[in-house]
């Protein structure tokens, strides 16, 4: 099954390369939880305050510092992401401990993820607006929700196939949606198998941190946050992988 080969191959790719891992992801990393810890421990704490039905509620005024530090989290991790991408692609080992920092690679980055986001949306709009309101209209309520999943599951089949066009833009290359759709054809199948087996694999990762937090709440705790980078690793080299496999020929 190669939806299982393309999540074990890209699993296999951050573990037999630990090393590198860390050193392309840790300073971004503990960059990102000072900055969390100084935003939301000090700012976050002295704005917050309960109104009159006894909600927690955040001065407005800190819509432009959430929105600053958003903007910073994004960029810090896409730091890491166009470094991994460019490691496992294009062999560029990282050299210390702190990764270049390729600001062009990263607004690429941004400009090609906000060209899905917006296709998407629009896809969306379309597809699931159209097939609810029909089908609504026409068949009996069970009828109606099959149809309303199968058009998410075509608009995340959809999305699947664009997702080559992140990798090469952290390399530098030109991909078209057009070249992504032809190089991912037939890819229907991998695409649905390959979410169901991150969701398996999820819930699994949840049931243990889960676990061992009720046993030792400090282990849990680490567990967590070794969980989490392995995983959003993973998923960066899924990307990494369709990338190669599809686009590049690669095996895998």
Known sequence: MISWKIFSHSL??????????????LVPVLIG????????GGL???????????????DPALAGPLFLAAVVFIILELWVFVNWHRFVLLEEYPQGWIPPFRGGRILAYIGVSLILALVMGLVSA??????VMMSAAVFPPVIAMILAIAAFVFVGVFLFRLLPMLPAAAIGERLSMSQSLQATRGTAGTAIMLFVVLILVQLLLQFIVGASMMVFA???FIFSLGAALVMTLVNVSILTTLYGHYVQGRPI
């Open 126 to 131: 379309v597809v699931i607006g159209m097939v």
């Open 33 to 40: 939880v000072v900055l969390f810890v100084a935003f939301f």
């Open 12 to 25: 296999n790719m951050v573990l037999r390369n630990w090393r590198d891992a860390l050193r392309i992801a």
């Open 44 to 58: 976050m704490s002295e704005a917050m305050h309960m109104d009159a039905n006894g909600v927690p509620t955040v």
């Open 218 to 220: 400090p282990l849990g």
